[in-house]
């Protein structure tokens, strides 16, 4: 059975960091989509970033571009989200998903993970 896990979500202050790190059991993150997303409270889910593990093929949110590094560690087998510069708005709930492609990810499909809050305060 395919599970992924979110883990290093938290409560920071504007301006500070956080790591996520998405880690897969019963699946290999070879070859593969995997996106961060986030939805924060009466909003829509939104695609954060996503690379093509093995091609190194990435994307970003316009919002989060120059702040958050999204990277394939293959010692781990995790996909980690970095995030720098930490504003308000990036208060959320933090979800990775991985699947065959990234079309197949961001409208929804995959494996997706129960997520990891992350609150930003001023």
């Known amino acids: 059975q395919v599970r992924l896990v979110e883990s290093g979500g938290g409560s920071v202050q504007a301006g500070g960091s956080l790591r996520l790190v998405c880690t897969a059991h019963g699946y290999t993150f070879d070859r593969v989509c995997v996106g961060w997303f986030r939805q924060a409270p009466g909003k829509e889910r939104e695609a954060v970033a996503t690379i093509t593990t093995g091609g190194g093929m990435l994307a970003y949110a316009d919002s989060v571009k120059g702040r958050f590094t999204i990277s394939d560690d293959n010692a781990n087998g995790t996909v980690d989200l970095i995030m720098n510069n930490l504003k308000r708005e990036d208060t959320a709930m933090y979800y990775c998903?991985?699947?065959?492609?990234?079309?197949?990810?961001?409208?929804?499909?995959?494996?997706w993970g129960q997520g990891t809050q992350v609150t930003v305060s001023t």
């Open positions: 998903a991985a699947g065959p492609n990234c079309h197949t990810v961001v409208t929804g499909g995959g494996y």
